[in-house]
């Protein structure tokens, strides 16, 4: 797999500790693995030559040269400048004096509009505002469905015209049914078309000369590879857009799209949709999309995570339970299941920077969990409570019911008796740092 | 040279069908498709091809390196991948291979079509019933993908039954019926949100007392992170399995031309999850390459079986990887 940049930074540059100041060569070496880092995030190479020019430019400065750190001084000016690239623009909508305000969605075949378009909606819902939808994509089949029925979900109303065969048409009749209905914001659906599609392009520049909208985002897969520069600039030619939706961040893919777009266009990333649900839609934070593009993990969306699925009174109960050592094997299960709740161990694990190595690759074994899991289900409650109860029948029997066998049994029992034990060592009055290597064990890591 | 439908079934018994008239497909003949592909490039800005065209061939320096490098990258082939041409190529020129234009060319084009072929080229569709399973990230095409292959199955005399078993996205089983009434096959449907396997094990049920020769199941677009819809992915194949013992026959996967190097981790996984036996490369009308196909296919040693290349019926065709090196290569 890919190392992460900054392990490979810390490979180049990490190793000259105590040898005094950096080669240019060193810095030379160094630029080679951001190129190559950049590249493999889908950062167009006419963007990557440029930004690698001016990391170089500072790296090259004292700041580095004299650094006790250079890896990590290195990587904190990528990061800097990524995020000054990124994120030196307003991210809000503009909004209309006279309502409603318009808002054109455009882009590519599946890069998400019809779903951005009703996660867009709930977002200003939410904000107090009342959108309209306008279903406009009259060639995809079932297009206009799937927006009547995502309008239903977020509670906007749908317009749409009935075998409508001009979108023109719909959309300048959907921004005039939502003014006489006093809505004050109008969300125009399109069909997904080829930038290089010359009267599917007319069709959108002749709508926007319609409907006059006061925002024109361009929808974007955040998977998308080099091409991303092409598509926006011919857009951006077209309809002349004002800023960006990323869809699909719920993915691994790096994004490296953003970054490009952003460069050639000079556009902001607006909206980001980073899942499945209507709710996952969020302004864009650009200091999370470069740590992203640099792999160095994504500790904010991990916290915000966390909070969505460990409540802070559970939390303070639990932590009650561990300094007075009464954890059990009823709590154990509870964690582990609110653990599990986050998504993927493996994928919890990437988004913490400065894991080592080993423990990320380490094969997660997310089956092992669930032997754990079936394991606690076949005890008793008595057994659970006071596991020192379970003799060899009940062993026989928790590994019967479970579908294991009394070795994996034992194995937990073991494992468990240690964590008490730790979690008695630190009821003396340490705070616990971080998951006990107990508890890592447990689950193979 | 380039494979036809009939070739490209595997089990088809009887002659190969008349072709088409263009009216019946839906759109004028445009050309060869090659010829459509290099349309969408001629309305990018300055390609990379053209660059690579400029270069002084006399002289093979590190400049020729570089450049041919960021043809590569740009047509997101991928860092890997593109090293592994790159350095063959240089090798091919310190040996003497390499002296001029021509065998430039000759040579790089050679060494992307030695990178294609791995794997089985055909779809099997000899069993009775053959099932097909169509996978993929959200937003690649499958739906459309299995309208068109359907349509092509049909042609060849094979009647096909449709499996909708996205049952998550809005409308998505709309979108579908539209596809088998264009295609002419029956879709076995059940409500939106109801179990995808119960769906599946309900359009085996029909094959059977229907006769069809062949199930298309549509499934979900899913991304490849999500564990329990992967999961769920992993039971719809279960629930073929346990009707038809060697089911699914073949498990499409389609990859967007546009996506970048996520599109490696994507057929890996996928790969992993249900057995990808080939991919289905669409929308390679626009300006993309689709150079990720290149690293899919030289890394995981995955099939590239068909290209999309628009939104008409005939739009979606065999893979012909002489066809598709030229155009990644050559302006």
Redesign the interface.
């Known amino acids: 797999m890919f190392d992460t940049l900054s392990d490979k930074l810390q490979d180049v540059l990490g190793g000259l500790k105590g040898q005094g100041r950096l080669s240019e060569e060193d810095i030379a070496r160094a630029m080679r693995e951001i190129r190559l880092a950049l590249l493999e995030a889908d950062v167009n190479f006419r963007v990557v030559k440029q930004f690698v020019a001016a990391v170089k430019e500072r790296a090259l400065g004292e700041e580095v040269m004299e650094s006790l750190t250079p890896g990590q001084q290195v990587i904190k000016i990528v990061h800097e400048e990524l995020v000054k690239l990124m994120g030196l623009a307003s991210t809000k909508l503009t909004f209309s004096s006279r309502p409603p305000t318009v808002v054109l969605m455009v882009g590519l075949q599946g890069s998400g509009k019809t779903t951005a378009c009703a996660k867009l909606a709930r977002q200003l819902i939410a904000q107090g505002k009342q959108p309209e939808l306008i279903a406009a994509d009259i060639y995809r089949p079932a297009a206009i469905e799937q927006l009547q029925v995502l309008g239903k979900q977020v509670k906007a109303p749908v317009f749409t015209i009935a075998g409508g065969k001009d979108a023109v048409e719909i959309a300048r009749k959907g921004v005039a049914d939502a003014e006489a209905a006093g809505r004050d914001v109008a969300i125009i659906d399109t069909a997904g078309r080829l930038h290089i599609d010359e009267a599917l392009m007319q069709e959108l520049a002749q709508m926007r000369s319609q409907v006059n909208p006061h925002n024109i985002l361009l929808v974007l897969d955040a998977m998308t590879g080099q091409d991303a520069v092409n598509v926006a600039e011919q857009f951006q030619q077209q309809v002349n857009f004002d800023g960006v939706v990323l869809t699909k961040l719920d993915g691994d893919a790096r994004g490296g799209a953003a970054l490009s777009v952003k460069a050639v266009t000079g556009k902001p990333i607006k909206f980001a949709s980073t899942g499945e649900k209507i709710k996952d839609f969020d302004y864009f934070h650009p200091d999370r999309m470069a740590s992203r593009i640099l792999g160095m993990g994504d500790v904010m969306t991990l916290i915000e995570r966390a909070q969505e699925t460990i409540t802070e009174k559970k939390a303070r109960e639990m932590e009650a339970k561990l300094l007075k050592a009464q954890f059990t094997f009823d709590d154990f299960l509870d964690q582990l299941r609110s653990m599990r709740k986050m998504g993927p161990l493996a994928g919890m694990l990437s988004m913490i920077p400065g894991i080592p190595k080993q423990l990320k690759q380490a094969q997660i074994d997310e089956k092992e969990l669930d032997r754990v899991e079936a394991i606690i289900c076949s005890m008793t409650v008595e057994e659970r409570r006071h596991p020192d109860i379970i003799n060899g029948s009940r062993r026989r029997r928790i590994a019967m019911g479970s579908g294991s066998d009394t070795h994996s049994v034992n194995q937990l029992l073991n494992r468990f008796k240690q964590m008490q034990k730790l979690m008695k060592q630190l009821a003396g009055g340490k705070k616990l740092k971080g998951l006990p290597p107990e508890l890592l064990r447990t689950f193979n890591v | 040279m380039t494979k036809s439908w009939h070739q490209v079934f595997k089990g088809l018994s009887g002659a190969p069908p008349e072709p088409v008239a263009a009216a019946e497909t839906g759109g004028e003949k445009k050309g060869g498709w090659l010829k459509r592909l290099r349309?969408?490039l001629a309305?990018?800005?300055q390609t990379m091809q053209q660059q690579l065209s400029a270069i002084m061939f006399d002289r093979l320096d590190a400049e020729v390196w570089e450049q041919l490098e960021?043809t590569l990258?740009?047509?997101?082939c991928?860092?890997a991948s593109t090293v592994h041409v790159v350095e063959a190529m240089e090798q091919a020129a310190n040996q003497g291979i390499i002296r001029d234009r021509d065998q430039f060319y000759t040579h790089l084009k050679q060494s992307l079509v030695d990178m294609f072929a791995v794997g089985d080229y055909q779809i099997d569709v000899s069993h009775q019933p053959s099932v097909i399973m169509v996978v993929g990230?959200?937003?690649?095409?499958k739906t459309t993908t299995i309208g068109k292959i359907a349509y092509h199955l049909k042609r060849e005399g094979k009647s096909v039954l449709l499996a909708a078993a996205d049952t998550?996205?809005?409308?998505?089983i709309?979108?579908l019926?539209?596809?088998g009434k264009r295609a002419d096959c029956p879709v076995i449907r059940q409500e939106?949100g109801s179990d995808p396997g119960a769906v599946v094990f309900d359009a085996i049920a029909a094959s059977r007392s229907r006769g069809s020769d062949v199930i298309i199941v549509d499934t979900a677009g899913r991304?490849?992170?999500?564990?329990p819809l992967m999961e769920e992915l992993k039971k719809i194949r279960r629930v073929i399995a346990k009707q038809i013992p060697e089911g699914p026959h073949e498990t499409l996967l389609t990859v967007?031309a546009?996506?970048?190097?996520?599109?490696l981790?994507?057929a890996r996984l996928f790969g992993e999850a249900v057995a990808v036996s080939g991919i289905v490369l669409t929308?390679l009308?626009?300006?993309?390459?689709g150079?990720?196909a290149v690293a899919i296919s030289h890394e995981l040693g995955l099939p590239i079986k068909l290209l999309g290349i628009g939104e008409q019926m005939d739009d979606l065709r065999p893979f012909d990887a002489a066809g598709f090196a030229e155009a990644l290569v050559a302006g």
């Open positions: 349309k969408g309305k990018s800005r960021e990258i740009y047509a997101d991928g860092v990230v959200n937003g690649t095409g998550f996205r809005a409308a998505a709309e979108q019926v539209e596809w939106h991304l490849h992170t999500q564990v967007d546009t996506t970048g190097q996520n599109g981790i994507q929308k009308d626009g300006t993309a390459k150079g990720i």
